[in-house]
């Protein structure tokens, strides 16, 4: 798998900014975590380098009520699969809300309005990511889709000290995780139901 390392800012300060995040939602500081989860995104957003510029720094340009961190991903998949990798994947990033602190997060350029566009390439992409991560991680056992975030308070997965920093999300919808979890089916990663049971 080809991997082009292209990191954010990764400072003293954004391990620190990572500790008091872990402190205020977690109830302790740490800035690693031991990867439990692979969380599935997508960016709402067309470009790669937009995205990639919106995570770079170390402070959040909004929702500082809640930490300074800036968000990020682990992983950033361009529309033609270019995979890039923006952190080490044992950093706490602030990705997920409730999933950080045991989640790896790959976010796929695409999205916009919600449509369900995610390109065969990133899928395929996704597959080799998620494949090399439960490699090197055996601790990795969930594989989930950020809009089927609320399955893992069931699973014991979802931790968060503030009850109301929470928002509803769709990405990156259940085509794709549908696809990406028939491709991954011989792992044997704990998913949840495709669509929820109305
Ligand atoms: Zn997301």
Redesign the pocket.
Known sequence: MQIIYKPVLLTDYRKQLAREYAQMHYGEPFDTIIPQAIVI?WTASNSMQAVYNYFYGEEASTDREYGKLNLTSHYLVDRDGTIYQLTPETNLNR??IGLNWCSIGIENVGGVNGNQDLTDAQLESNEKIVRHLTSNYPSIKYLLG?YQQDRTKKAGLWKENISEYYAD?P?PGPVFMQSLINKVNDLKLVTFPIIEPS
């Open positions: 995104h990705h997920a950020h999300k990405d």
